[in-house]
């Protein structure tokens, strides 16, 4: 299930295991293509591994989807900071 991945792919994180990260929200991808939680935590992988690039688009994918305001917030922020990194 997509959640469990979710969960797995934060703890991943959380211990800056990156690359695993990476593989679980991945895996939550294939199974929940249009989740914008999934697009965006994978987007924060990508930009904690310096993938700024790589990372815009899952956040652009991710605000075109987004509904909640806390999400769509959490979105912006990660997009600012790719914006302050290609300055």
Avoid at 23 to 36: G, T
Wanted: hydrophobic share 40%; net charge positive.
């Amino acid at each position: 299930n997509h959640k469990w991945l979710i969960n797995e792919g934060y703890c991943f994180e959380e211990k800056s295991m990156t690359n695993k990260a990476l593989e679980s929200y991945n895996r939550a991808l294939v199974l929940e293509p249009d989740s914008p939680l999934v697009l965006f935590r994978i987007g924060r992988v990508l930009i904690k591994m310096g993938k700024f690039g790589e990372a815009q688009p899952y956040l652009q994918r991710a605000m075109a989807l987004a509904l909640d305001a806390a999400l769509r917030e959490k979105i912006e922020n990660a997009l600012k900071e790719i914006r302050r990194e290609n300055r």
